[in-house]
């Protein structure tokens, strides 16, 4: 697994989380970082997307609630979620164009393992 995701959990309505999103031993300063999520039953969507730049774009369903964000000294890429609903519960999944490791090999599109998020209402 390239990228290692966290900060899933079971939050009431209404509530926060932020997911975490990390580069195991690789570098993705310079690639766009996503977020996407698939809930029982559904087919996996975008959520969110930060380019290399900062420039950041969301699904509507989310938008003015979610904050993607970035630290690339940290080769992390966070998703702040705010005001969760229930419909909002799904296996969240980061994803990166590329990482680039100090051996000179690279990993296009690659995933992480996904972390579950559940809203009560």
């Known amino acids: 697994v390239q990228l290692q995701a966290s900060g899933g959990g079971l939050v009431a309505d209404g509530g926060s989380l932020r997911l975490s999103c990390a580069a195991s031993?690789?570098?993705?300063?310079?690639?766009?970082m996503y977020w996407y999520r698939q809930a029982p039953g559904k087919q996996r969507e975008l959520v969110a997307a930060?380019?290399?730049?900062?420039?950041?774009n969301y699904a509507d369903s989310v938008k003015g609630r979610f904050t993607i964000s970035r630290d690339n000294a940290k080769n992390t890429v966070y998703l702040q979620m705010n005001s969760l609903k229930p419909e909002d519960t799904a296996v969240y999944y980061c994803?990166?164009?590329?990482?680039?490791?100090?051996?000179?090999?690279?990993?296009?599109?690659?995933w992480g393992q996904g972390t579950l998020v559940t809203v009560s209402s």
């Open positions: 994803n990166a164009e590329t990482i680039r490791y100090g051996n000179g090999n690279y990993v296009y599109n690659a």
């Open positions: 031993g690789g570098i993705v300063a310079g690639t766009s």
């Open positions: 930060i380019t290399s730049g900062g420039s950041t």
